[in-house]
Each structure stands twice: as structure tokens, then as C-alpha cells.
């Protein structure tokens, strides 16, 4: 492949997958911020209190960063999980957000293309029927299950160390997981993160009944009645 | 909503940063009690000097404060028991530790705080004796 052609199929694969190389490279300059920024406030607070200070090595491998950061993850995680799940049934007047009124439900094998109703280009599972389309058919929801579940065990694990380690600066005796996870600090960690998620995905529900962006498949076209509902621009 | 993450990079950070914590846990077991055992045994021979470097800075100079005396006077008059040589229990998390002697006789055990510092392990706190549960220990020798 010549210089030109290669320059070419660069622009093609950024123009392509520029919504998750976008996400993507904000996430990590997020995540490097937070280890920095995280680093300095656990330090500052570690020579307020007299006790060893770590270097930035040791902090992103530590429980205290460790904690912060999958409290985060799992309520995103939880926050799709429950909406791509609560959508098959659920619906919204008016929101894009919604399937239209009448398709609550995981519809026919006609309108999902599955089985014999598949397109030539289906993908496989979708085509070849059994455990395989029915696993396929749910694909997405169980692997945001799977990470949600998966953050939030690394959380508590990762939570219950930190908060035994506060517990020792405190002269007190550290606690067992089963402890904690029926404790103030887990379920403090765990529902801050999740009523802030419940009520962004709520509201974007129904801010987009009535308001719109030029342009956003997360919006209806301008000109839509605030009525019509399913409708993606 | 149509965003997309990166679901493997994502599930593979979170079980390195679980085993990350398991690991880094178990390794400070051993030299948090060295340290501990090191201190009660500098304070059975009456080496105060000894104790005291393995005293946390902060530690050592609220000791010489409260008692008006140099470190190697000072943590010599504490109450600190006299303790057995095996560790009834040793946890660490993150860069604290707590290790807990048994005694001679009926006392209640010694419980020693330790905390990880660019030097190593260094005494917190001793001599502490549980008061009651979910509160802090009554510890002699104290700072931080």
C-alpha cells in the first residue's frame, strides 16, 4: 500500500470509529487525572495524619484508588444494563429514547431477523438458531450484567480494604467483608453512584420528549411532533 | 443510547486490580512483624534507643513531648507489656498494619499499629489495649 493509501485508510478508520475512539481517549485522560489527582489528596491527608505517604506506583495499585474507580464503573455498567433491559418492556411517550407504543416486549423472529427471517449479512448466531441465537439474542445485556457484577465484587473487595485501612489509623480493629458489605460505607458508595446514574438516564428520557439536538441520533429530527415517539434523528 | 466502551479492556483491569490487592497484602504480612517483634524485643532488652528508631517520626516526638524526656527515657516508662514471641495475628491494609502479641499470665493481648513509610514499617502506636468493640484501643505510646 502506497504513503497516500495509507494516510487514506487511517482517516477512514478514525472517520469510521470516531465515537469510540472519542470516549475512549477521554476515558483515559479522565482515569490518568483521577491517579493524579487522587495520589495528591491520599497523600495530603496521610501527612495530615502522620502516617507513610506512597509513591504514584503504588497508589494506582492501591485499594484506595482501586475502590474509587470501579464504584464508578460498576453504576455506569448497572446504569446500561438496566436501560437496555427496562427499554424491551418499558416506554416513553414521546421519547426517542423508547421503542415505539405498540413493540413493548422482545418482539417477533420476523422483526428481530433471527432464524429463518435472517438477512443475507445477519451475523451467524443470529442465523443458526438454538442456544446460540439465544444467547446472541441477549448478548449485549449479559455482558453489561457480567461487568456490573464484576466491578462492583472488585469494589467491595477493594472498598472493604480501604476502609480497614482507615479503620487501623484509627487504633480500631479491622472487619470482615461479610461485615462490610452490609455496612454504611459499601451501600454509601454504592447508592451515591447509583441515584445520580438512575437520574441522568430518567431525565434523558424525558428532556428528550420535548427538547432536541440538531443532528443527535440521541434526539428526535427538529422538526418532530413531541408526540412521536421512537423516533431517532 | 448508543455509546460503546471497551468491555474487555475494562473486565481486564478489574481482575488485575483484585489480584493487585490480594498480592500486595500479603507480602507486607511478615515485615510489619518483624518491625513489631523487633520493637517489643528492643523493649525487653531496655534498648530505648533501638525502640525508638523504629518509632514513626510523629510518634516519637509526641512521646518526648508528653513525657519531657528523650525517646530512649521515654518509651522505656511507658506501659507496654511485656509480650510472647509468636504473633497472635497480623493485618495489613494498604500501608497500615496491625499485629497482636499474646501475653504472659491472664492479661489482655498487646496490640502494636504500624504504618509503611519510605523507610519501612514504623510503630504508630503501642502498648494498646481494646476498650470496647468499634472503638478506638487505648494505646500508651501513640502519634500517628
Redesign the interface.
Known sequence: MSARGSREGARGFVRDNG??LF??VL?LVALIGQAFAGWNAFNEE?AA??????SLVEYV????F?VD??EN?QSE?LQ?FL?IGVTVWLLQRGSP?SKELDKAGTESDEEQKVGPHADADSPGWARIGGWRTTVFSHSLLL?MG??FL??W??QS??GW??Y??TL???????IGWGSYVVGSDFWSRTLQNWQSEFLAVGS?AVFAVFLRQRGS??SKPVGSSHGSTGVEG | ???????VL??GA??A??C??AA??ASQVAPARSVAQRFHQALATGDGAAACTLL????RAELETSAQAPCEEAVLAEDVPEVLDRTAGV?V??????VTFDVPGDEPPETV?L????EGW?V??AG?V?TT?????D?PV???
Open positions: 465515537l469510540s470516549f475512549f476515558f496521610q495524619e502522620g502516617f507513610g505517604e506512597v495499585a492501591s485499594v484506595d482501586a474507580v470501579t464503573w455498567y446500561f436501560f429514547e455482558v457480567a461487568i464484576a466491578s465484587a472488585v473487595v477493594a480494604a480501604a480497614n485501612e487501623l489509623e484509627q487504633t480500631r480493629d479491622p434523558m441520533p440521541e | 443510547m448508543r455509546r460503546s466502551t471497551g468491555k475494562v473486565t478489574a481482575v486490580l483484585a493487585s490487592l500486595c497484602g514513626s517520626i510523629r510518634t493485618h491494609f494498604g500501608v497500615m498494619a496491625q499499629f504504618s509503611r513509610y519510605d514504623r504508630t502506636s494498646c481494646e468493640a468499634a472503638t478506638p484501643y494505646c501513640s502519634g500517628g
